[in-house]
Nanobody, 126 residues
């Protein structure tokens, strides 16, 4: 499994950004794909999940209303749409995959994700 995240960068507060994750060597029909972030000085935290079977998704409670996740199976790409960004969203964002638990149960630990890509840095600053 190869996961390539891209789209990070510098964004002004209140701005929007879309991160992309291209999953190589797998079918999104068989893997749940998520995003995990690590803010400076903090541990890793789950951001989103999109299920393999039907593409249903879940977003971390604290991010609901600002973040959404979608996928394009033909492109093997999962997107993280982020709006109303603030300094607290500054983090390295990792694309992750899970072939064992292919759904998105609420409260799943970060440790569920068996495959990790290199992260992409998002910095929100004026």
């Amino acid at each position: 499994v190869q996961l390539q995240a891209s789209g990070g960068g510098l964004v002004h507060p209140g701005g929007s950004l879309i991160l992309s994750c291209v999953a190589s060597g797998i079918s999104l029909d068989y893997f749940a794909i998520g995003w995990v972030r690590q803010r400076p000085g903090k541990g890793r935290e789950g951001v989103s999940c999109i299920s393999a079977r039907d593409g249903s998704s879940s977003i971390a409670y604290s991010l609901k209303g600002r973040f959404t996740t979608t996928r394009d199976k033909t492109k093997r790409t999962v997107y993280l749409h982020m709006n109303e960004l603030g300094a607290e969203d500054t983090a390295v964002y990792y694309c992750v995959a899970d072939s064992i638990q292919t759904g998105c149960p609420i409260g799943s630990p970060v440790a569920r994700w068996g495959s990790w890509g290199l992260g992409t840095q998002l910095t929100v600053s004026s």
